[in-house]
């Protein structure tokens, strides 16, 4: 999977936690959180709407991690000056993503995507930052509920697929022959999902499996593939957190690995 994410069809890997509300982090101390702690790092500063993460359930439903002021749970984007780090805070959620953003020291440039350990070891640096930061301050304590590991890919058209009617060139799961009545497929959305069992045989999480097919800029075929694990930490710590992260991440590694034919693995390797 790394050999796989050093490739261009990597565009995204998304490291995330929510945690009980945080009620007195308002706007003015995301402002001294972001001078502080992150300004140095990430110099860029804009706001967002709030994200409304999501917690698994054992029966299979995914509910919003509580909030009791959603109107005014302001999200703040600290950003690197190239843009392709951004770290996401608010009240009850907390976020690094690395994007690929084709800025670098060129026009022309794209900086290289870091592997996932450099991403893991930033997240978790900034959010014992955070969790420092809201303990100095007497902001509340942090108390995780569920954590988050997301890789997205973009797999253009080539010598593999030419477009939906190809998916079995790359999908797995499209392997059988359609039949003649249906004529050729003109687009798919596709999420799939699958239980992360624990040491103790018990639910931990889920890994989801997404394939969206779309038109690139130069309006070309293109299939976007999202994987993601989320599920509970280990325990109530950074630790516990980046712990389950480690574990989402292979499961989003075999998952890949499994879900696309050897064919079009090869062609991305």
Do not use: I, K
């Given at each position: 999977m790394e050999n796989l994410a050093q490739t261009a069809a990597l565009k995204e890997v998304s490291l995330s936690v929510g945690f009980n509300e945080l009620y007195q982090l308002g706007r003015d101390q995301l402002d001294h959180l972001w001078e502080t702690e992150y300004k140095d790092k990430l110099p860029r500063d804009d706001q967002k709407p709030p994200f409304t993460p999501l917690i698994e359930q054992i029966d299979g439903a995914s509910v919003p991690v509580p909030s009791a002021t959603p109107l005014t749970n302001v999200r703040?984007?600290?950003?690197?000056?190239?843009?392709?780090?951004?770290?996401?805070?608010?009240?009850?959620?907390?976020?690094?993503?690395?994007?690929?953003?084709?800025?670098g020291v060129t026009s022309s440039s794209e900086l290289p995507y870091p592997g996932y350990k450099a991403i893991r070891n930033t997240f978790s640096d900034s959010l014992e930052m955070f969790v420092g930061y809201i303990d100095k301050e007497e902001l509340g304590s942090f108390s995780?509920?569920?954590?988050?590991?997301?890789?997205?890919h973009h797999i253009p058209s080539g010598d593999i697929w030419n477009g939906p009617e190809d998916l079995s060139n790359v999908l797995r799961m499209f392997s059988a022959s359609p039949e003649e009545k249906l004529p050729g497929l003109e687009g798919m959305r596709l999420i799939t999902k699958y239980l992360m069992p624990?040491?103790?045989?018990?639910?931990?999480?889920?890994?989801?499996?997404?394939?969206?097919?779309?038109?690139?800029t130069d309006g070309k075929p293109s299939i976007i593939l999202t994987f993601f694990?989320?599920?509970?930490?280990?325990?109530?710590?950074?630790k516990g957190v980046t712990q389950f992260l480690d574990i989402g991440q292979e499961w989003?590694?075999?998952?890949?690995q499994d879900f696309l034919t050897p064919g079009i693995l090869q062609s991305l390797s």
């Open positions: 703040r984007w600290f950003m690197s000056s190239e843009g392709n780090e951004v770290l996401q805070v608010q009240r009850n959620w907390f976020a690094h993503n690395w994007r690929r953003t084709g800025v995780p509920l569920q954590c988050e590991v997301s890789f997205v624990g040491p103790d045989g018990e639910p931990r999480g889920r890994l989801y499996g997404g394939a969206d097919t779309a038109f690139s694990a989320r599920g509970l930490p280990s325990e109530d710590t950074v989003v590694v075999e998952g890949f």
